[in-house]
T-cell receptor, first 113, second 110 residues
Framework: GAGVSQSPSNKVTEKGKDVELRCDPISGHTALYWYRQSLGQGLEFLIYFQGNSAPDKSGLPSDRFSAERTGGSVSTLTIQRTQQEDSAVYLC???????????FGPGTRLTVT | QKEVEQNSGPLSVPEGAIASLNCTYSDRGSQSFFWYRQYSGKSPELIMS????GDKEDGRFTAQLNKASQYVSLLIRDSQPSDSATYLC??????????FGAGTRLFVKA
């Protein structure tokens, strides 16, 4: 079956611009997670959704970051006024609660110039 | 203390040898344990899940769990150059959050 998809695969933007990253989870998966991975680093948890609600937003680095999920499916991560330190790979994962396994999408590589 | 700890490596093994990757975790209530493989420039791929003490085998991979010692390991038998990647240990305590280790880089020399 189809896995997690993310778009765009690559995004180059100028400092100060806003960007939207999209995640389409595995069909039927109720939970959705966003992570960030800087070059050579581990996974940094950003936010997760159970259905359309986000019980834990503790990982969002600043108020420039926001995310939403609609229809219990697609999610968008928005970064406003991008900074160079936002350059990273943004990964989305989905999970079929109560099963614990998470499955990752291919990621969006964001470069802020 | 980090919640999930792994040796960053690199761990270098010759082709055909057994690679042993180790992970310790801090939360005694942890219930589910995972190993992900991440090739350079790619996203993590789930390769093993283990829930109870003991060994779980899947092909050339064996996951080992010891909850008393808060220790989980991954053995790769007959290592191949294609196994060269970063291996992430991940632990779930039963809630929504899964904690990932920073990963161990494995190099398998031909």
């Amino acid at each position: 079956g189809a896995g997690v998809s993310q778009s765009p695969s690559n995004k180059v933007t100028e400092k100060g611009k806003d960007v939207e990253l999209r995640c389409d989870p595995i069909s039927g998966h109720t939970a959705l997670y966003w992570y960030r991975q800087s070059l050579g680093q581990g996974l940094e948890f950003l936010i997760y959704f159970q259905g359309n609600s986000a019980p834990d937003k503790s990982g969002l680095p600043s108020d420039r970051f926001s995310a939403e999920r609609t229809g219990g499916s697609v999610s968008t991560l928005t970064i406003q006024r991008t900074q160079q330190e936002d350059s990273a790979v943004y990964l989305c994962a989905s999970r079929n609660i109560p099963v614990a396994e998470q499955y990752f999408g291919p990621g969006t590589r964001l470069t802020v110039t | 203390q980090k919640e999930v700890e792994q040796n960053s490596g690199p761990l270098s093994v010759p082709e055909g040898a057994i690679a042993s990757l180790n992970c310790t975790y801090s939360d005694r209530g942890s219930q589910s344990f995972f190993w992900y493989r991440q090739y350079s420039g790619k996203s993590p791929e789930l390769i093993m899940s283990i829930y109870s003490n003991g060994d779980k085998e899947d092909g050339r991979f064996t996951a080992q769990l010891n909850k008393a010692s808060q220790y989980v390991s991954l053995l790769i038998r007959d290592s191949q150059p294609s196994d060269s990647a970063t291996y992430l240990c991940a632990v779930n305590t039963g809630g929504f959050k899964t904690i990932f280790g920073a990963g161990t880089r494995l190099f398998v020399k031909a």
